[in-house]
């Protein structure tokens, strides 16, 4: 069964860290982009950062740029997204999607209060 497993969430408070892996079991992620995605209460699915397969490409939405880092192990068959300075704002369930595959993982939710 190909799957994603995402984890490494949790209660912070505000100006923490957190750093939330996906790893994926079932198939390879070597060859594909791999994207992160959060969800806030109450609103739409939006896209945080993406890395490509060999990790010479990442891009980040505005609100993550100089505060997050996507990265990955391919040797792991894990992507990363290291969270620095978090927010309140943050708060919302983090998903991490390989559009290739149109897979999704269940999601790690990160509570950003004090």
């Known amino acids: 069964q190909v799957q994603l497993v995402e984890s490494g969430g949790g209660l912070v408070q505000p100006g923490g860290s957190l750093r939330l892996s996906c790893a994926a079991s079932?198939?390879?992620?070597?060859?594909?982009?791999v994207y992160w995605y959060l969800q806030a209460p109450g609103k739409q699915r939006e896209l945080v950062a993406t890395?490509?397969?060999?990790?010479?490409?990442?891009n980040y939405a505005q609100s993550a740029k100089g505060r997050f880092a996507i990265s990955r192990d391919n040797a792991k068959n894990t992507v990363y997204l290291q969270m620095n300075s978090l927010k309140p704002e943050d708060t919302a369930v983090y998903y991490c999607?390989?559009?290739?595959?149109?897979?999704w993982g269940q999601g790690t939710l990160v509570t950003v209060s004090s």
């Open positions: 999607n390989v559009p290739r595959l149109g897979l």
């Open positions: 079932g198939t390879s992620l070597r060859i594909y982009a």
């Open positions: 890395i490509s397969s060999d990790s010479s490409s990442t």
